[in-house]
Structure formats: C-alpha cells, structure tokens
C-alpha cells in the first residue's frame, strides 16, 4: 500500500481493495517503526488520524466517493492547525497548540485527506538542510549520512520513504524544489498568491508560497487543485481563475519551446548533474520539445538580493515572539527589556538570529537605501530577466541544485557556503513565477532534479512537462533502499 | 563589509536578542561574512530601476470597515506565558 501514488490510491480506495483505515494503520506502523531513523516527523496524530479514517470509511460505505477521501497526508510543521501543536520546528513554539487552521491544510481536510501529522523543517523555514530544527535534523532516505535539503526537509524525507504518500511544503527561496530534487521526488512551488497562506507562519512574506511534494506531477496536480484559489482572509491571494490541471497532464509537448539559461550551467554547476539535465533534453526532444538558449543576466546577483529582502521580512515578523502574548519566556524576568532580550535570545536558534540580525542591519538607519532599496531594485531587473524571457520561450528548464546533498554538519559553521547552495531556486521566488522539480537521474546512489519555471499562474504548464516525462522515465517511481 | 564587535552589540539590541560575548564574537565573523557577499550587489547600476516589493506588483486589497472576526481573546490568552483577568502580564513597567 504505500508504494502507491496518491491516485492510485484514491482508486485503490474506490474499488475497495483496502479502506481508509487499514492504509492509515499501515502507515502509522511504518512512521513508527521507520521514523526514528529518519526524523521527519515532529509530531504524529495517530489517535486522530484514526478517527477521521473511520469516519471516511463510513462516508465511503453510505455512497459517497469523493475522489480525495481518506487520502494520507502530513503536513510541514509551519501550518496551522487546530488542537494540534505547530512548533515550526521553534524552541519558541515547543508547547503552541494553533487555535486555528490554515486555509490549505483547511481544504485538504474538507475534501477528504486524513493529516497524520505535523513535519520536521528548519526552525521557521530559515535553512536549506533541515539541520535548524529545534528537533533536530531529519535525515535523508537515499544516505542517511546526508542532508535531505530544506527548509521542508520532513515533508521531503517522509515522502521520500514512503511514510505517507504526499505531504504540504512551503517555499521562500527553493523549499520545496531543492529537498524533493535530494530526495528523488516532485514539488510544485505555485505562482506566489496561488494558493493561501492564511495559517503558515510567515518568513518572508513577500516570498513565502505554500505548495507540495509527492512521487509525480498527477499527484501534485490533484494537490494544487484543491487547494488553489482566493481567499479573501490572505491579503496577497491573487483572484487569478484556477486552471483545471488534470485536464491537460496528457497533452503531447509538441510545439513547446523551452529555453536554457545559460547562467545556470555555468562552472558552478556540477558536471555530472549537468550530465544528467542534459539527458533529460534529450528526452524532452524526443516528446517533440524544442530548447533555445536563453540569458537571465541579473542571476548572479540573486543569492545577495534574496537574503537582504528574506532577511529584512523575517526580522519584521519574527518581532511578534517577544515572549509575551505566546512563545518562550524567559525565568524571572527583571523588567520588560529582560524579559525581551532573554526569551528571544533563549527562544531561536543560531541561524534564525543570524538572519534577524542581517534583517535588522538591511532595515538599520544609514543602510537602508543600500541594502533594502538595492535589493528590491535587483529584484525588479530579475522579475524583468523573467518576462523578457517568457516572449520567446514557453517554458524554462535547468538544475534544481548545484551540487549533491552534502553530508550532515559539513557546511554549519560556513553559512555562506550553504546560501550559495540556492542559487538556481532564489529566482523564481524573487519575480514570484512557479517552479516545479522533478526527478531526471541518479548519481552516486542519490537522486538529482530538474528544475522547470514557468510564466505567472502557468502551473498547468509546469505539471503537463513533467508528466509527460515521468511517462516515458522512471526516476520518479525509485525508492531508497530500506524503506 | 567587515563589521566591528560593538556594531554587532548595537544590532543585537535593535533586535532584542540578549546575545552573551560568545555569541557577539562568533556572530560579528559569520555576519561580516554574509555581508561581503551581500555586497556584491552594490557594483549592478541599478540608478533607473524601481525597487520591487510585491512580485505581482499588486495593491493592497481593502475590505469594508465593518467587524468580520468575532471574539477568540480567551482562547488565544490560553497560549499565553501568563494573563489575569483577560490581560497580559509583563513585569512592571511604570513605578
């Protein structure tokens, strides 16, 4: 059973072959043996999970067959969700219970999915790695000696081994797109405003998208699909028309025209991933896609831009933990300013300070026109890199990652080395396109994806490509040895 | 840009965060260093570009000022480190 895709399962559930709860008891007996291994979950909703797998199996037996019921998922531990702890991986919010739910993880229990749990991440989504959880790193099923990338490590890690079958992510500057590329899986990162972020605590709000990991771009689609849409409680949700994206998944690629940039295949780019793109060209060809080199100027100067702007967002929101309405607070405190400076120095971690810190230097008086202005006003020529783009080409294709997942602890104590690491996912974020990876190979034992960029709410686009390709390839239906 | 540890002690409390001399010390290297490589965006002439805050360039959407919310104040002091009488408490501010 859990070897299946979401769809399959929705069919298998249909036609009875097992109910709701036998695949929940099943996987909650596998999160429990296969877990402590791994460290993707932060918390288990085992006696809920199920509850809501009998009253499926239930709804099933009186007639109704919902395409998305009983369904397993999990969510990234930064979505709200009521009754239940979202610690967003925070020392912070060790003991926050969410008085309410997030709009996404709202509409995914409406139509039917069952949440077994909340997931490990980098503490508030500030990391690449996993490694900035306050519960500790979640490891990689390919190598547990390496990284499964972040910030949505567990929700990539639990996937990636079959725990569950799809999860929620979310991703500010590569998220989503760079642990499914080290862990052999698809993540949709939609158009920012594509779906709501009502409910997921916020990092960098101007950059922040919620979105998913699962096996292949028809389970992402259904995910998308339903959770898609305006919401009048999220100020930035756009009020786009939402496309229907199972309807053109199987449409021929023929005509398509896809573009290169060449700046992500430059000397920073390890070959043997770029080995690995260009097979994935190949095959693309053969499906009746046409490549053109294209150039996005303005790319080296994202990694800069991304972190002042993410940066400057996250010291702003991350000034609401002043240990007073909710969160840590400090022992005895002796006097207001104490209680301040000691519950938030107690309450975050290394890497969260450190980006308060630059934040708070980026918004400072006397830097702000060369930090905060500068960054914006590279964010503008990137967004218009995109958009120039886009009149020529359909779509744009390249790696989702330099380099391979690194072993764990190797790049802590050099932060700079590990902000580099995002260089070909910061963009879509900055200009707020989608982005989807997809698995195109394997090196080493451990997987390697391709990243595919699309025109503003053209995630119909991103999903038709790589079913197509996951038609003719079987990078995506791989499973870690073990698990 | 290369900071000096008594930038790093002014920021930390901007921020609020009570950081001890270890961590000034360690944070004033690893911060110099993101700095510098931060500051390669200084040499792009950007003199006729606009900044960019909102990818879509969207306006902020405004709703009637009527009350939408109805009232959750017991519930999210439940949340909260400590409250008496529907109020927060903080260590006295004003003798």
């Known amino acids: 059973m859990h070897q299946l895709t979401l769809a399959n399962i929705s069919k298998a559930l249909a036609a009875k072959q097992f109910s709701a709860r036998e695949l929940t008891s099943h996987l909650l007996s596998r999160i429990e043996q296969l877990d402590p291994q791994l460290n993707s979950f932060i918390t288990v909703s085992k006696e809920s999970a199920l509850q809501q797998a009998t009253a499926a199996d239930e709804l099933r037996s009186s007639g109704i067959n919902a395409p998305l019921l009983g369904l397993p998922i999990a969510h990234k531990d930064l979505f709200c969700t009521e009754g239940v702890r979202t610690s967003c991986a925070s020392k912070t919010l060790d003991n926050f219970i969410a008085p309410y739910t997030a709009t996404v993880v709202d509409k995914l229990n409406t139509a039917g999915f069952i949440s077994l749990g909340k997931l490990n991440m980098d503490e508030f989504a500030m990391g690449s790695s996993g490694e900035t959880s306050f519960y500790g790193p979640s490891k990689n099923p390919w190598d547990t000696q390496r990284i499964p990338g972040g910030s949505s490590s567990g929700s990539a890690v639990a996937v990636a081994a079959r725990l569950i079958p799809v999860s929620t992510g979310s991703d500010s500057g590569g998220s989503i797109r760079q642990p499914a590329a080290f862990t052999g899986l698809t993540g949709i990162k939609p158009t920012y405003g594509r779906i709501s972020r009502w409910g997921m605590t916020a990092y960098a709000s101007s950059l922040d998208q919620a979105g998913f990991l699962a096996h292949n771009a028809e389970d992402c689609a259904m995910l998308l699909q339903a959770t898609a849409g305006f919401d009048e409680r999220d100020s930035t949700s756009s009020q786009q028309p939402v496309d229907d994206y199972a309807a053109t998944l199987t449409q021929p690629l023929k005509g398509l025209r896809i573009g290169l940039p060449k700046e992500y295949f430059s000397s920073d780019l390890d070959s043997r991933i770029g080995d690995v793109v260009n097979n994935s060209i190949e095959q693309l060809k053969q499906l009746g896609a046409t490549f053109v080199e294209i150039s996005l100027p303005s790319l080296p100067h994202a990694v800069p831009a991304y972190y002042v702007i993410a940066s400057a967002e996250a010291s702003t929101n991350l000034a609401r933990f002043d240990g007073v309405r909710f969160g840590h607070r400090c022992a005895d405190p002796k006097n207001l300013e104490d209680l301040y400076l000691r519950s938030r120095d107690e309450a975050f971690g290394k890497e969260v300070k450190r980006r308060i810190m630059i934040g708070t230097y980026a918004l400072s008086t006397g830097y702000y026109d060369a930090y905060y202005l500068k960054a914006q006003k590279i964010r503008r020529l990137i967004k218009n890199d995109f958009v120039s783009a886009f009149k020529d080409v359909d779509l744009i294709l390249g790696p989702t990652t330099p380099n391979l997942p690194w072993l764990l602890g190797s790049k802590t104590n050099d932060p700079v080395a590990a902000y580099l690491e995002d260089i070909y996912t910061v963009p879509a974020n900055l200009a707020g396109i989608p982005g989807l990876s997809m698995p195109a190979g394997m090196i080493d034992g451990l997987p390697v994806g391709v990243q595919l960029l699309a025109p503003y709410f053209q995630e119909a686009r991103l999903l038709q490509v790589a079913h197509q390709f996951q038609q003719h390839t079987d990078w995506h239906a791989r499973t870690p040895a073990g698990f | ?95």
Not at chain 2, 44 to 60: F, H, M, W
């Open chain 2, 1 to 95: 840009m290369a900071l000096k540890r008594c930038d790093v002690e002014k920021l930390a409390y901007l921020a609020r965060l009570g950081m001890d001399d270890t961590q000034i010390d360690n944070t004033t290297a690893s911060l110099s260093d993101v700095l510098g490589m931060i500051d390669a965006m200084q040499a792009v002439n950007t003199d006729t570009i606009e900044p960019l805050a909102n990818p879509l360039e969207a306006n902020q959407r405004l709703r009637p000022d009527t009350v939408t919310e109805s009232n959750h104040r017991d519930d999210y002091q439940t949340l909260a480190p400590a409250v008496e009488n529907g109020l927060y408490l903080v260590p006295k501010v004003i003798d």
